[in-house]
């Protein structure tokens, strides 16, 4: 069964106004039920207290007073409230009652100490009925007294109130339901706006600006937190943008190079050193198109949470010096220096080829933002068991560094405007340390260097 929110938030309030009403109800009928019988108890003990003022007792036996009480009217016929009244001495003996009894009787306990109140039936009415030992002086129950009082008023009051409630229940359960109703669809305008609103949205028509509601409520947050949603979704879609563009860009280029190579090497026949250098300088273009490729799939295995980790002792020195040699002809192109402060024993706890991945990146872009004859120093602490990647370059402006490890972020600066980037590789580098247990830091000052600390907690001493 499909209910809209409005219609599942009346019924909900209905459900929750059923049972209160219910309960208040039940209250009402409990205390107007107990006074009720609270109200006929106190007039038969009145009763008792005037007819028992004319009983006296002599000895084991009961004398009656003959005077107007036991004449009123209200004993002789069976009026609308009557009162009847019935003695009965210590043998069951019935030696009195009202006329408006006639042939018929109240009952009576065999033997009583004590007071008594109870409903019974008489003549197909029910009367309240109080039961009250006659005493002598000296203690000894003689008899007692017996005196019935309508309960014509009281159950008409009783069932008047039970009808009215059943026969307004519903009505007002109805009337709640539309009042309900008509308020939660006029609370919930807002909302429908929203949806209005984001129907015409699309991946190419995202409207950063809901319109915020007036009051300054959830829906107003709610709002408030899909316009922010919006703001990153369209900023994370221009950086796909720009991050497809760069893509294409980085393949293209070395692509072209290739090609632009290999045609030249089949116009003619060349000497085998020219063919060296040439094949040499393909195999740089394509390690370099590998390396695009190897940062988009171990992109995707991070989203997908498919990375496997295989730890083991590794010599970080021999990591160092394979990194060195992949962006060796990078560096004698800017005549930089890569500086290996690392002794060769260094063995340390790690998963191979992430750590490579992670040294490379870092290297790459020390090598790829720095300066010309630059220096690179990589140096291995082993007191701390931490290896520092630091560098003497442009670095890194105090209000990016926050940012340098989220997707697709680049630092926007004239010094680096010309590099070509993905934004891709310190978000790998961040996420491939964590999994590994590898706490990474930065530190950064511009036009003086930028230090990467990477902290390996299982080498600690």
Known sequence: MKLYFKN???????????????VVFAAVYAVVYITTYHYLDNNIREEKEELFSQITTTRDSLILGLNAEWEELEHNRAEVDPIFLQIVDNRGVVIFHSRNLENDQLQFADSLTNEQFFNVALNGKIIRQGQFPIKTRTGQI?????????????????????????ATFPLMLIFFYIVTSLVASRSIAPVKQLISYAEKMNYNNINP??????????IYQLTATINALLERIEMGRNREKQITSDISHEL????????????????????PQKYQEKIVQVIQEVDDMNHTVNQLLYLARLDAGNINIIKKQVNLYDIMVVIRNRWNLQLQNKQMILQLEIPEDTMIQTDFG???????????????????QGLLVCRWHAETGTLSISDNGPGIPQEHLPHIFERFYRVNVPESSSVQGTG??????????????????????????????????????
Do not use: C
């Open 424 to 461: 891709l590789g310190l978000y790998m580098v961040k996420n491939l340390a964590e999994i590994q247990g590898i706490n990474i830091t930065v530190e950064s000052k511009v036009n003086e260097g930028t230090q990467f600390d990477l902290h390996f907690i299982d080498n600690e001493s």
């Open 142 to 166: 003689i008899g007692q007294l017996d005196i019935g009082v309508s309960q014509v008023d009281s159950m008409l009051i009783l069932s008047n109130l039970r009808n009215t409630f059943f």
């Open 354 to 372: 992430l750590l490579e991945i992670i040294l490379g990146n870092l290297v790459g872009n020390a090598v790829k933002y720095g300066y010309n």
């Open 252 to 271: 293209w280029t070395p692509l072209t190079s290739i090609k632009g190579t290999l045609e030249v090497l089949i116009r003619k026949p060349r000497d």
């Open 209 to 218: 600006k809901l319109p915020l509601p007036v009051h300054q409520d959830e």
């Open 8 to 22: 599942r938030i009346a019924l909900f309030n209905t459900l929750a106004a059923a049972i209160t009403m219910l």
